[in-house]
């Protein structure tokens, strides 16, 4: 049995994160991190340019070396330290196939979250696979140069992320959705972009189920309700969950079925915290419990959690739930919440869709399609954009919903005009004007 | 004799959005603008762009065609009309060189700014020209196109697009600066980025006054307190002021020097109004009365003093102040304050600057070089970037500041992270954790 002032289960970005910041208050603390994997800080969102060649080494998709995290921030990392049972005051961990007991004073859940399985017939063959630790970056991207068609189950971030980086490895992708677009959390008006974007590089099937995977050795077709296709390698991409399996007996969960939390990042008992995408938070925008599964908000509990797990105090806000990504040529992100997520939270509801050059006429530079969602106070209730020029729209519109902005403040927040990228009525503003008259003012 | 509803003293952004305006909102005035170029909605930011061959038409610099004023939206646009005399309820208008009167029930002053003059020896040679008026553009496009040498005096926005746009003719470009460095209104470390770049594309002469020009016919040379600088052209870019000759002497002007109005856009004279350049408004950081003069502050203080002259009423809440340029491989950008201009305001300031890639690690996009300027109290006063990605995060500061954050706003406001343009961590983000040391914060 060993003592621990803080035992921190999960090294990925909310555990290190909170680890790093209570080694700083407390540097005579001593912090240990049990790790599962032999990876830590590991950051999963790159694997998909590990995959289409932006980068040689999949040790890369972690943020820091374990050496940095023990040499120059003095924690006591585990790596291959499976945590297998926890309870009040202490864990059960093991590592080098024995059983270890540690007493701990603080505890931190960062167990982060795992890809849902699609549960279908035959989806145990081999060349079916979920892309969650990193490890798997590596597995896909060997799997998929030995292939010649790819299918991917999904299309959100993860799937638009996976079906962008095999196209560009030269082979043949079908993306199989069983909404009737991709990025079903976008409005449709947002998502028709994107989708015809994708039409043009990969076979997309909307509205199809998965049934079925069907193969000899190994994955050779996936079956549909609709139809078949063949492939060396299935990607499944249907979602993640929160790993809670620990924590589920020991702290309360929220309606998200993740960890409930408080503006400390505390759950239901004390001394024990939950942060990153193990850990339910506000929405900064519905004011409501959310499950918001992002790097940077992992990132930011994990910091507040260390904060105040060291004896000092600051509140986490929330998040927006913001993100960016792209296929190809289209740019595409959002803030807050679609016209449908809105309507779904109870709000009444205007919008404006927009569609404009993204930079002044003389530049060749391409459209952006803008939506943004208000409530009939004229609060603004988020923002979705699509094609060029996306990632500042979206940094001012994300800015403005964390600070609870109506749409008088998107016309009359400060935009600059550069011509070569950007508009002296910026896509915000006109779509803002435009609310102005769905909301009867001048 | 002839009587307006409304009577509008120049056509360009301000003159425009506010006539534009109050047609919306009372179809049936007379809405009446005098422009004395033969131009309207002239935007003069775009004259850079014309002169390195973007665009080959200089009349694309206006956003709208006259034809579209008059026939769409029913503008009775005057153009080639110089108004002479202003009074209380009528003026003297210039037209096809003859002088008549109309009667108005409201007037708005949107007259601009003009060039200042270098007022040195011989500054009335030919070949040494001022950056103004969009016919300007074709002038400079043409003589640059005929000149081996061009010297460009003054480094603010206009010295330094001038620059890049004239150097990429293949012309050797002299910038010849009286301030020791380029962009003054930055602080040192961001305009050191820019000074680099700039040195490795034009010769760059900081701290030199201008004394003299020189040359038989036209110029030939520029004298300076240090050297002289042959050249075929001079283009002189040392600041601009606001056009108050006509307004002068009926209304109050600001300490500025500009037309002093109040969230309406009225000056000190009933039914008279001030919109773009010639007005005084206030900084929104500061709270005080500032001369901010940039297009879409412009465009919407017309657009206010549009909707209060036809009889509602909208509150401008001022501006930020907020610029993004570039000079070749450097982007640029600015909201709110840099640290000088806060001291000199009476700040007692904190400020961080980070030097980060602005992109995750295994993209090789390139450093963003960001600096975040506070008050004690945690305000944040200003933010300044240089390198890549400055539009998002210029974006994103400038509606922060716009809801007046503090730097635990900057911190937990929800950047987006996509590896291939942004962080996890964001340089915002950094440089606000890095003012929470420097505040005492944990």
Redesign the interface.
Known sequence: MRYVDVAIIGGG?AGMSAASRIKV?RSDWNVMVFEKTSFVSH?P??IP??VSG??EHFE?LC?YDINHFRNERGIDVHTGAKVVEVSEGAIIVEENSKEKLYEWDKLLFATGAKAKRLDVKNDELEGVVYVDEILSAERIKRLALKSEKVAIIGSGYIGVEMADAISRLGKEVTVIEILERPLPEYDAEIAAILKSEMEKIVDLRLSERVIAFEGKDRVERVITDKGEYKCDLAIVAVGVAPNIELAKKLVKLGKSGAISTNSKMETSKEDIYAAGDCAETIN?VTGKPDWIH????A??TGYVAG?NM?G???N??G????????FYNVEI?K?GLSEYEAIREGYEVVSAFVTTKSS????QDGLIHLKVVADRSGRVLGVQAAGKGV?????????????K?DVR?L????????????R???PL?VAARNLFRKLG??
Chains 1, 2 share one sequence.
């Open positions: 970005a208050l950051a969102c790159g340019f590990y932006f980068f890369e943020t900064i992002l790097a940077t908000p990132n930011k904060v060291a000092y105090e600051l986490y806000p998040s927006v739930k913001c993100q960016i990504t792209s992100g803030a002044a006429k003389y530049f990632g500042m729209r979206i940094y001012g519109a994300t800015a403005l919903l964390y600070k902005a403040d016309f009359f927040a400060d935009f600059p005009y550069y011509p070569p990228v950007s002296v009525w910026d503003v003012m001048p």
